[in-house]
């Protein structure tokens, strides 16, 4: 028995995985840019995060650029069989540190081989292709010719199961034309609430749906409501926050992202959290209006 049980698993390409997993964004410099202040710190919170059930990591190479995944290599390398370490694909860095697209066949190529490189595999499980047609959230526009080029790198052998992030619902049907869908990444937590029908979709199809941003990212959610209601519980807001989701629906696969060791802890235990029904009918009322995408 694992404390993470009672969150329970779900699919991702050919793997099952916990539902509470992490995000390894946050072990990178400021701005995800550059290496972190303490680097020792960073290898513990994955260590702490593998002994404690974690058997799901999101990463990409454009975290630091490279940082993130050096980090995870030098603290997990040789990995668990069990372990699900999932890349994303589709940006890179500008000498500044801006997100910049990289699309085309060659960057994609190039990222997939340094993914390889730097985490120590001989194959990637799950990349997920990003899209950069919109930074900062999704826009519509064709993947086929991005996908078109990772399908050939999965025919290749380097890949085994291609997903999506920061997609459209269409772009998502469209993708499906081209390959197997293993997991859509998108932005999406109690406040953000754009991919509703998104989510209610792909869990009739038991596809995953990975929210980024699940504690609301860099500026993590507050609210009166939602701090009444986890006092009310024992729990902190950003307990509340998780727990919401795993209720929310059984496809959500979740991967909250710290740089402390305590911080994964408390996120952690949301797995052991139970909303009442009560409670999360008021939490309902945080989600602000969808724009439209
Ligand atoms: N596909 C995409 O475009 C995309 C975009 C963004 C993120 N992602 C992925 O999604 C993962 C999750 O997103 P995220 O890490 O950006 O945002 P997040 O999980 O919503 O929140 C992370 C923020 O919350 C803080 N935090 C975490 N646990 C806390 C706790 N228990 N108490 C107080 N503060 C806490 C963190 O600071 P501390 O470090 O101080 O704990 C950090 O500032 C990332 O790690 C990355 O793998 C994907």
């Known amino acids: 028995m694992n404390a993470l049980d ?4 779900y699919r991702i390409g050919t793997r099952t995985v916990r539902r509470l997993g992490y995000g390894a964004m946050q072990l990178a410099g400021p701005g995800v840019f550059g290496p972190p202040k303490d680097r020792a710190s960073a290898v513990a919170v994955l260590r702490a995060a593998v002994e404690n059930g974690v058997d799901h990591i999101d990463t990409s190479d454009f975290y630091g650029p490279h940082v993130t995944n050096q980090i995870i290599r030098e603290a997990l390398f040789p990995y668990r069989d069990d372990l699900l370490i999932v890349t994303k694909v589709g940006a890179r860095r500008g000498a500044d540190g801006a997100w910049l697209p990289a699309l085309s066949a060659a960057e994609l190529t190039q990222a997939v081989h340094d993914n390889l490189r730097h985490l120590g595999l001989d194959v990637l499980e799950v990349v997920n292709l990003r899209s ?13 010719a991005p996908l078109t080029a990772l399908a050939e790198l999965q025919r290749q052998g380097l890949i085994h ?53 699940p504690l609301g990212g860099f500026t993590p959610l507050q609210s009166g ?58 939490l309902e009322a945080l989600a602000q209006p969808a724009e439209a995408h």
């Open 132 to 144: 950069m047609l919109g930074v900062h959230g999704p826009q519509e526009g064709s993947l086929e």
């Open 161 to 213: 199961h291609i997903g999506l992030s920061n997609v459209t619902a269409r772009q998502v049907q469209e993708a499906r034309r081209l390959c197997a869908i293993a997991c859509v990444q998108n932005h999406f937590n109690l406040v953000h609430r754009a991919d509703d029908a998104l989510v209610d979709s792909l869990a009739r199809e038991g596809t995953a749906y990975v929210p980024f941003f």
């Open 225 to 282: 409501s939602l701090s009444a209601v986890a006092n009310e519980l024992g729990a902190s807001p950003l307990q509340v926050a998780l727990a919401w989701l795993l209720q929310r629906s059984p496809n959500l696969v979740l991967i909250p992202g710290t740089s402390s060791v305590e911080h994964l802890r408390q996120n952690l235990a949301a797995a052991e959290l139970k909303l009442p029904k009560e409670a999360v009918e008021r």
């Open 6 to 9: 009672p969150a329970g698993t």
